[in-house]
């Protein structure tokens, strides 16, 4: 039955052609046929995901953006309860965030996702990307809240992994270094791959700096001194922050 359901639907061979067509990097092609579903066959299965794959092409691959939003907005509003709804809100978002610099708006769209669809597969990314339009839009507590959920709720997931360094650096901008300098501590800890244990360190050290404790400072400085990048800056701050520790 579902076999002769797909057969019967009219725009199933178009779909299939357009993806092809994707694969082989035949774009006007594929968006001509993604079009076409959307537009000629709005009642076919086929239709949320044509949507979403035109709101790739327009925003990913010919970056026009608001003609991406109009296929995204277009399937959240036709399609409400299709699978694909959630994936074109996200989709919303990061446009309304990276490329119209519009926290709040792409805020409103990811808590969207976690009212309407709690169940969406993509919900580590929704959080990750909230806790950057929180932080972004200067809200601080539900910047940190977000960034929580996603390491207590999904702790093997990439994005969780980024949420810490988040953390840990909003954090330190926010002149928490107490907080900052458990957050770069717990890095540290996890951290396996030189690049990041020497960043964490500098965390840590920078946190030190911040709670004037300048002799752990120093001790933190000392020991990246072999480490990081640049020796010579790193042996220029030790300096200063030993003629800083002999004027107290």
Known sequence: MLFAAACADPARERFERAEKELLTQKMEAALADYRHIARDHPQSRYAPAALLRQGDLYGGYYRNFPAALEAYESLVYNYPRASEAPRALLKTAEIHLLQYIDPSSAAADLER???EFPGF???????????RAYGAAGEDERQ????A??????????RAAEGRWMMAYALLGQRRYADADREFRKLLYLSTEREAVVQARWGVAQSLEGMGDLKGAIAQY?????????PAYVAEKIGRLKDRLRKR
């Open 144 to 147: 940190a809240a977000a960034l």
């Open 149 to 158: 959920e996603l390491t207590e709720r999904f702790p093997k997931s990439n």
């Open 121 to 131: 597969e993509g919900e580590d990314e929704t959080l990750f990307l909230l806790a």
């Open 113 to 115: 996702i976690r009212k």
């Open 222 to 230: 000392e020991t990246l001194r072999a480490e990081a990048g640049d």
